[in-house]
């Protein structure tokens, strides 16, 4: 079968903004699942690879995508954020009692660990915080003043969002990357 | 000091470590105003701007200090409770209410949006 898989991935200036597209031609009656597609969608070895200006055109067959371990500490589809983030989670793990000045606990290593595994997994790298009640936030802003929060504790993932007009939303997540970046994906309105 | 807070009234709070809670677009993040145990600041009390800065510099040298006003606080519902300290007489803790300590998300994002930059 000669199905082959297009992964576009396109950065902007900045660095924050990363846009991965999936298109699958030819006989495929079943697409491939995209929740295995959206969470290699920072994978960028390639078989073939073609430059076209900004954007890289990697082509592969589904079973190789899939197949494809996600990118590790120092892999090649490390983005600057993405390094950034992680090393600012190592920070996190270097606070100690009273890091803030006003008597914050330490952010548990279980935390930082669990949030360094999800950042490698997100499609888009987000700003990353401590908080002073043993959590790590994780936020998304645009220009409108749409907005997206993910507050991880040790037991519970909390969604925070306030959209264009203002309207807010709260809710509890399964921690789970596919949910996460569904979210992220709606929230800067494409789909994977 | 009066328990009541004027619209006007500004509370301090030092963000440490410096430059931990700042955005890459150069806003802060409201992270910096969730806290378990309240969000401690010191009330202006009628000192000069000037004053109420050296003052918190002394407690957290080279910080940034961000600021907000009790009339922020007032438009989430978010409580401000007079807890002059030993060593503080300004001491003053920002809560979710009268019961609940922790700011809910959207409070603290209200209060992240309305801060002013003091001293960074």
């Not at chain 1, 960028?44 to 079973?63: D, F, M, P």
């Not at chain 2, 918190?56 to 910080?63: A, D, K, V």
């Not at chain 2, 300004?90 to 998300?105: A, G, K, M, Q, V």
Request: aromatic share 10%; proline share 4%.
């Amino acid at each position: 079968m000669s199905a082959l898989t297009y992964h576009y991935q396109r950065e902007n200036s900045a660095g924050t903004l990363l846009v991965s597209l999936a298109v699958i031609s030819l006989a495929f009656t079943q697409v491939a699942q995209p929740s295995v597609i959206s969470q290699n969608s920072s994978f960028n070895s390639c078989a073939i690879r073609q430059e076209y200006g900004y954007s890289t055109v990697t082509k592969q067959t589904i079973a190789e995508y899939n197949s494809t371990t996600l990118p590790q500490k120092e892999g090649p589809a490390m983005n600057e954020k993405q390094m950034k983030n992680l090393k600012k989670l190592d920070d996190f793990s270097k606070y100690p009692v009273n890091w803030n000045g006003y008597g914050a606990p330490t952010i548990s290593c279980d935390l930082i660990a669990k949030m360094k595994g999800l950042a490698l997994l997100l499609n888009y790298q987000p700003d990353i915080f401590p908080t002073a009640r043993r959590s790590i936030q994780f936020e998304y802003e645009k220009e409108d003043g749409s907005y997206l929060e993910f507050e991880l504790f040790n037991d519970k993932l909390q969604m925070y969002s306030i959209n264009s007009v203002g309207t807010e939303s709260t809710s509890l997540l399964d921690f789970d990357a596919k949910a996460i970046n569904e979210e992220i994906n709606k929230f800067y309105g494409c789909s994977i | 000091m009066d328990a009541a807070f004027k619209d006007e009234e500004k509370l301090y709070r030092a963000l440490k470590p410096k430059n931990c809670f700042w955005k890459s677009d150069g806003s802060l993040t409201s992270a910096a105003f969730k806290d378990s145990k309240g969000l401690s600041t010191d009330r202006d009390g009628g000192r000069d701007n000037k004053v109420c800065l050296e003052v918190l510099n002394q407690r957290f040298p080279e910080q940034d200090i961000v600021s907000v006003q009790a009339k922020s606080c007032k438009e989430v519902n978010a409580c401000i409770k007079y807890l002059p300290e030993e060593d503080n007489d300004y001491h003053t803790e920002i809560h979710r209410s009268d019961t609940e300590i922790t700011l809910s998300p959207g409070q603290a994002k209200h209060l992240a949006r309305c801060a002013k930059i003091e001293c960074k």
